[in-house]
Each structure stands twice: as structure tokens, then as C-alpha cells.
């Protein structure tokens, strides 16, 4: 395996994890203010740089109802325009309830909204690498 990013994509702010080395234990990385895509992707470009990441899983918003919405179009946007720009592979997934397990998992203490959009990220990246390591 190698270094995975995720990314927990919202309007406002955009949650990241990233994984070992081995690629084989998630954590929680930063959350991006979500000012602007190209503000957002940049900082994105930089971290794949810096972190020596080899792919990225990029959390899809649909409806339980396995729909779009409104929020799924907007990440689609985003998600285009992040993939032509950085030069790794970025693997669509699921993201339906990482926000809600995120909170459970965090709701023993107050903490910001930003470190809910860091575990939902490290909740769909543990996913990926569970998914991916047979």
C-alpha cells in the first residue's frame, strides 16, 4: 500500500485524513476553510506534495436513497476540477453516514465542527484501507 488522503468534501469546510506510510492505519490530518475551490485544491496540491500522498479517496454525498442532491453536484464539481489538477489518482466513494458515525464517535466531549469533518474523513479512509488491503 502507500499514503492515502481522504477527503470529507462540505461547503463550508473540507475535512482530511491521511493514512501511514504502509497505508495501513488512518488519522486525522486539517481541515481546509472552503473560501474558494482553487483556494482549497491548491492547499490540496500542496499536502500530496509535502505528505508524499499516492491517492486520494474523495467522499461522494448522496441521498440515503443512493441519490444526488444539490450537495452531491457541488462535490462532483469539486472532485472534477481537483482531479484534472493534482497528479495522483482520486477514487470516488460513498460518504453516506461518515458524518453521522463521526459524531457518535465523537459524542462523549464538545469539540468543533472542524474536527467532525477530520473523523468523518479518517472514518472513510479507514473504510478504503480496510476495503482495499486483502
Same mark, same amino acid.
Given at each position: 500500500m502507500v499514503r492515502v488522503l481522504a477527503i470529507d468534501f462540505g461547503e463550508k469546510?473540507?475535512?482530511?485524513?491521511? =493514512?501511514?506510510?504502509d497505508g495501513k492505519i488512518a488519522f486525522h490530518y486539517k481541515t481546509i476553510q472552503n473560501t474558494s475551490f482553487?483556494?482549497?485544491?491548491?492547499?490540496?496540491?500542496?499536502?500530496?506534495?509535502?505528505?508524499?500522498?499516492?491517492?486520494a479517496v474523495f467522499?461522494? +454525498?448522496?441521498?440515503?436513497?443512493?441519490?444526488? =442532491?444539490?450537495?452531491t453536484g457541488r462535490a462532483r464539481e469539486f472532485f *472534477?476540477?481537483?482531479?484534472? *489538477? /493534482? =497528479?495522483? +489518482? /482520486?477514487?470516488?466513494?460513498?460518504?453516506?453516514?461518515? *458524518?453521522?458515525?463521526?459524531?457518535?464517535?465523537?459524542s462523549f466531549k464538545k469539540v468543533p465542527k472542524e474536527a467532525v469533518d477530520q473523523e468523518a474523513a479518517r472514518i472513510l479512509l479507514e473504510d478504503y484501507l480496510r476495503r482495499n488491503s486483502k
Open positions: 469546510r473540507i475535512g482530511l485524513a491521511i =493514512s501511514s506510510e482553487e483556494k482549497a485544491i491548491k492547499e490540496i496540491q500542496e499536502i500530496v506534495k509535502h505528505e508524499n500522498v499516492k491517492r467522499g461522494l +454525498p448522496l441521498t440515503l436513497k443512493s441519490k444526488e =442532491s444539490e450537495s *472534477t476540477r481537483l482531479k484534472k *489538477t /493534482v =497528479s495522483i +489518482p /482520486v477514487v470516488l466513494v460513498d460518504e453516506r453516514f461518515s *458524518t453521522k458515525r463521526a459524531r457518535k464517535n465523537l
